[in-house]
């Protein structure tokens, strides 16, 4: 066998194909994004992710702006920011992690101030996570400053045993609890804990619950706004 078709695998060049485009070839890097044949969407889809863009860069920059003067004993005052959604009521939680490691995570699930301000607010708790060591000056360098903003948390359609196949990787986060104990993990914990039962199985330890009593448990999931 030809050994760059066995690293590279292609179309077989024989079969019957429809050709429906041209492109220049990715290999041996590789390629990611959306096909669309319209050029009215290309436009509006490209308008709609440097929006998205934009707006996920001034959450980062806030809360960035907020804990680096803190750090250097600033008073932090946003000014009020021109992008309308920063404006409305929002419920976010601000992540500080230093080469992998957590420093810090602090939010609230539900909105109870505009959105630009629960931002920084959250950023300055994060810095003082009573779980963890206090951030200190030292580690502002290697700081990486994630901001998660909320939807209204959904119900889960067949309670706790359907909890694995309604989640969405990467999108959805879990709340559980029991009316005295409540745990929660954010989107972001896909990204350490990819399948869905390790994900709810984790939440459950988490909770101090067993999995026999996952059936005890109510449960909502917060999603990626």
Known sequence: HDLNQLLHPTIDPHSQLD???????????????????????AEKL??????????????????????????RREPVEPGAPDHRGLLVP?????????????????????????LYLDVVRNAGRAMADPRLPALAPAEWPELDVTVSVLSAP???????????????????????TDGSRRATFLPAVWHKVADPE????????????????????RVAMPRLA
Do not use: M, N
């Not at 420093?103 to 539900?110: E, Q």
């Not at 119900?155 to 709340?175: E, N």
């Open 19 to 41: 050709l429906l485009t041209t492109g220049l070839p990715a290999s041996p890097g590789a390629a990611c994004g959306t096909v669309v044949f319209d050029a009215d969407h």
């Open 198 to 217: 390790r994900f709810v199985a984790a939440l459950l330890a988490k909770g101090g619950w067993t999995p026999g009593e996952r059936g005890l448990i």
């Open 46 to 71: 490209g308008r709609w992710e440097a929006a998205a863009q934009h707006f996920e860069a001034a959450l980062a920059g806030l809360a960035g702006a907020g804990v680096g003067a803190r750090l």
């Open 154 to 176: 959904e119900p889960v359609p067949g309670g706790a045993d359907a909890l694995a196949g309604a989640l969405r990787p990467g999108v959805d986060g879990l709340i559980l």
């Open 90 to 114: 929002g419920a976010s939680f601000v992540t500080l992690e230093r080469g992998g490691a957590l420093r810090g995570c602090v939010g609230a699930l539900d909105p109870a101030r505009p």
